[in-house]
């Protein structure tokens, strides 16, 4: 974003941005959102990279949890805060742990809706890694309930949950990772 069209928009909601508090804002704001929609400039396969060593024969779940998720929804370009959970259950490959972190956050910094982010991710570490199966379940604070329209002040959080492989045809699979991130939920 411009400095100038921060500038503008200073003055299109009434504020005078000459003001000494509002002098170096349009240049703050700049920098703000370049960092904030990042994810743009990213392709999510560069960060997943894969390791063949300590993955030979491991095929239970590996997932990482309470991952920090903080977008934008493309409705109004409000905040989206909350965390997400990934799991995936390997395939003769794993990723770094630090890069499921990575890969949420690239989508995250772009303008999204909390199902289509969801189903990103997930479908950037199923194309990726081929592995046998898929979870991330994704909850969420959107501040345009919680600041505009009905107001729900802190009330509540949306769930949502993209499954792949295992994780979508066996329910023993499926139960494992959403029993495993309601325990992470509850601080164990």
Known sequence: MSEALVRSMLTE????????GLLETPKRVSKA??????????????VLKVFKDGA??????????????????????????????????????ICGLS???????????????????TTEIADALQETLEPLGVGVLVQCRHM???????????????TTSAMRGALMT???????FLGLCQSANNGI
């Open 144 to 158: 345009c309930m919680e600041s505009r329209g009905v107001k729900s002040h802190g009330e509540g959080f949306t």
């Open 170 to 176: 066996e329910e023993a699979a499926r139960s494992e």
């Open 33 to 46: 959102w370049k960092e904030w929609f990042s994810g743009y400039g990213q392709n999510p396969a560069d």
């Open 99 to 117: 890069k499921l972190n990575r890969l949420v956050d690239i989508f995250a910094r772009r303008l999204q809706v909390q199902e289509r982010l």
């Open 13 to 20: 909601i009434g504020e005078n941005p000459d003001r000494e």
């Open 56 to 93: 030979e024969g491991y095929r239970d779940m590996v997932i990482v949890h309470n991952i920090p998720v903080y977008s934008f929804c493309e409705h109004h370009m409000a905040p989206i805060i909350g965390k997400a959970h990934v799991g995936y259950i390997p395939n003769g490959v």
